[in-house]
């Protein structure tokens, strides 16, 4: 309905919109800065409009308008350090902007449309998300930025990412159901893979300081996954021109095929031991948390027979939603998260009996 609105909750309990202001174009992101009390909206025209809040929340100023992008505004962060605007867009660019000027400072362009960002203020190191299942590390300068590395694990498009710029861990989400947790601080780039949804991520949240991560699907799921643990690395996928249990050939190895007159066989991979093998050598299904796979996943036998049943102890729990959840964000200081969906409706949760009650002791109140 293209309006942004400020909700204050009333003494009754319930919350009661206060402002809002309508938009030229439909909304499509937000950054909101606590302290300041700045809201940046992207729209779908390409533009981030800046208003300030005033400190009874019942007053809302428009600032100044931003010439992000050509195409629908994707993601948004502000740096009050650098008083820099930063924003990811369908035109395919990450652009920064000075605030203070209100001028753009620089564009960087991806072959596919950049869906989300994080950055590192310490560091100007930002994090672009792309629909091609990409992220690029980016160096940020004044007028110029230059490409750092470039990330690639997951099979669809990126939805979410999330820093932690203590533990210096990246963690991304994704449309094939998957999250990556990606360790940029060193221990030759080590890579976590967990697989617990059954529609694609749609938001990240980590709390450093019970090492938990917070993720929710576009289906309703809430995972809370313990990265408390020592978990342990999937395995790359070997290649093999035949099972590397049973020796038959797959179907491509016609000169196998032809020399012990055997039909070829369709390839599987073990997800434990990451082992190409075929389906007679691969009959089992089980659930391996430590390595990510809180699911039954395809399993050689060989490696069936060493899982023990309290390696299936799950490491997340589950929840539901029930609601699809196209948006999250949490206040960690308070253990609150909000969800927001398709249906219209936002949904406001304590997550502290599920993240733990030793959050409680480590919360500011605000």
């Known amino acids: 309905d293209r309006t942004i609105r400020v909700w204050l909750k009333r003494d009754s309990g319930q919350y009661w919109p206060s402002i809002y202001h309508t938009m030229s174009s439909p909304c499509s992101a937000m950054a909101y800065h606590h302290d300041s009390r700045r809201i940046f909206v992207g729209q779908d025209n390409g533009a981030i409009m800046e208003f300030h809040i005033s400190e009874d929340f019942n007053k809302m100023n428009f600032v100044k308008t931003y010439p992000a992008h050509q195409n629908r505004v994707s993601a948004i962060t502000f740096c009050l350090t650098s008083e820099w605007v930063i924003s990811t867009g369908h035109d395919k660019c990450v652009s920064w902007m000075c605030t203070r000027s209100g001028s753009m400072l620089g564009r960087h362009y991806f072959t596919s449309w950049a869906s989300c960002l994080q950055y590192d ?55 094939d159901h998957s999250i990556i947790m990606w360790d940029i ?102 659930s391996y948390p430590i390595m990510g796979f809180e699911f039954q996943v395809r399993v050689c036998d060989s490696c069936f027979e060493s899982i023990k049943d309290e390696d299936r102890t799950s490491l997340a729990t589950f929840h539901e939603g029930k609601h699809n959840i196209s948006h999250m964000s949490m206040d960690i200081s308070r253990g609150l998260m909000v969800t927001c969906g398709s ?24």
């Open 121 to 175: 203020h310490e560091t100007q190191h930002a994090f672009v998300g792309d629909y091609s299942g990409q992220i690029t590390l980016l160096k940020l300068e004044q007028n110029t930025c230059s490409v750092i590395t470039t990330l690639k694990g997951h099979e669809g498009g990126i939805t979410s990412l999330w820093w932690d710029p203590v533990q210096r861990l990246l963690f991304s989400g994704a449309s």
């Open 343 to 366: 249906d219209r409706i936002v949904k406001i949760w304590d997550m502290t009996p599920v993240v733990g009650c030793s959050l409680a002791t480590g919360f500011s109140s605000r």
């Open 185 to 286: 601080g060193g221990r030759k780039g080590r890579t976590l893979l967990l697989q617990g949804h059954h529609d694609k991520v749609q938001a990240i949240c980590y709390i450093q300081l019970t090492r938990q991560l917070v993720s929710c699907s576009a289906d309703g799921g809430i995972a809370v996954w313990n990265m408390d643990i020592s978990r342990e690395e999937a395995p790359q996928w070997l290649e093999s021109d035949s099972c590397q249990k049973c020796e038959q050939p797959f179907f491509w190895n016609i000169k196998q095929m032809w020399d012990t007159k055997t039909l070829g066989l369709r390839q599987h991979h073990c997800r434990k031991c990451g082992q190409a093998v075929c389906g007679k050598c691969s009959t089992k299904r089980s």
